[in-house]
Every structure is written in C-alpha cells, then in structure tokens.
C-alpha cells in the first residue's frame, strides 16, 4: 500500500523558516517525481514544487522560488520542503503527492501556519 | 500560466440525479492533460480522472471524462450520497501546473 506521511508543520513568525518532511512507503521511490501541493485554510488547492525521480530537475511556483528549495534523500525514501522568508501567505496545509504531473497519492498534510 | 475556470460554483442536485461540471482553459490544454480530483472537508484530494477521461484505479465507472483543447466536462451519471463534495480540475499539460477554483456539489 502506498503511503505519504508529512510532518515539520507548525506556526512560525513572519520571515522565519520551516522544514517540512515526507516519508514514502509501499512503492519504489527513487523510481518517481514527487511533488508538493498546498491549499490554504478554505481555498483552493496550488501546486508549489516538484523534483525528478533522480533530483536534477525542480519546479517551483513564481512566488515561492527563491524562498522554497525543494530536495530529496531516496536512500531514506524522503521527500523535504525549505521554506524560508515566510510570508503570512503561505499559511496553508501542505501536501506531498507522487508524481510531478497529476497526483493518485497523497499524504495527509501539515499545516504550516505563519503569523506574530 | 494556464488559468482553469469551473462552472458552476455550486451545483445543487439530489441522489440519482446526473452532475455535469465544466472546466474551461485560458489556452489549449496540451494531450488532454487534464484531471480532476474529489476533496471531502478535512481529507486529500483523491484523484478521479486523468487524461481528461481516463478513470483512475477504483473509480466507479458513474464518474466519466471528456473534453479537449479547452473546455472539459466531468460526469456523474447517477449521483450517490457520498459523491456531494467539492470537485477540482487541474491541468498538468504546461507548468506550472494549475487547478480550477473548484466546484462545490450540494444536495
């Protein structure tokens, strides 16, 4: 069965920075883009982020590049998020999908809440 | 970027009933790369068609896909009582990847 567990969420102060992890299991891993998908508290869903099988290709959305670094660690089946500057924007739950293009699986979330 | 625009908003129907949501792109949707997902309050998206009418693995065969270019539909034949939910198109054929406001089915 496959699974995605996220974890790292919690609150931060404008500005500050957050690691949120994504563990995967019950499929081969290193064989698939992986992806990050936020939706903020009663919106709509948005694709942040995504990062090839072997990590040599990332995508991010405009208004997270250079504050968001997308990477992974296939020898421990991880999938992380580095969030810095964070802007009250942000304040979403945070979803790691497999695949870089539609997404079949989903983990349950974090929710990354930013404010003073 | 790819702007996806669902109509209606909300869609207020009864069980048994059939649901036709639409989906329309600011340009052509490359492939017919486009899916759909179902979201239910406190849950992930689950995903229900792919390819603009490919149904996913044990999607009951009530939920069908069409559409190209443009504009796409998702079907529900025969509405269930579990099927009132909110419903997401995304297009996946030019990045960034992007999804429709959504459409919110009622009873």
């Known amino acids: 069965e496959v699974q995605l567990v996220e974890s790292g969420g919690g609150l931060v102060q404008p500005g500050g920075s957050l690691r949120l992890s994504c563990v995967g299991s019950?499929?081969?891993?290193?064989?698939?883009?992986m992806s990050w998908v936020r939706q903020a508290p009663g919106k709509g869903l948005e694709w942040v982020a995504n990062?090839?099988?072997?990590?040599?290709?990332?995508n991010y959305l405009d208004s997270v590049k250079g504050r968001f670094t997308i990477s992974r660690d296939n020898a421990k089946n991880s999938l992380y998020l580095q969030m810095n500057s964070l802007r009250a924007e942000d304040t979403a739950v945070y979803y790691c999908?497999?695949?870089?293009?539609?997404?079949?699986?989903w983990g349950q979330g974090t929710l990354v809440t930013v404010s003073s | 970027e790819i702007v996806l625009t669902q109509s209606p908003g909300t869609l207020s129907l009864s069980p048994g009933e059939r649901a036709t949501l639409s989906c329309r792109a600011s340009?052509?949707?490359?492939?017919?790369?486009l899916a759909w997902y179902v979201q239910k309050p406190g849950q992930a998206p689950r995903l229900l068609i792919y390819?603009?009418?490919s149904r996913a693995t044990g999607i009951p065969d009530r939920f069908s896909g069409s559409g190209s270019g443009t504009d796409f539909t998702l079907t529900i034949s025969r509405l269930e009582p579990e099927d009132f939910a909110l419903f997401y198109c995304?297009?996946?054929?030019?990045?960034?990847?992007?999804f429709g406001q959504g459409t919110k089915l009622e009873i």
């Open positions: 999908a497999r695949r870089g293009d539609y997404w079949a699986f």
């Open positions: 019950g499929f081969t891993f290193s064989s698939y883009w």
């Open positions: 990062i090839k099988d072997d990590g040599s290709d990332k």
């Open positions: 340009q052509t949707v490359n492939n017919r790369y």
């Open positions: 390819g603009a009418s």
């Open positions: 995304q297009q996946y054929g030019s990045s960034p990847r992007s």
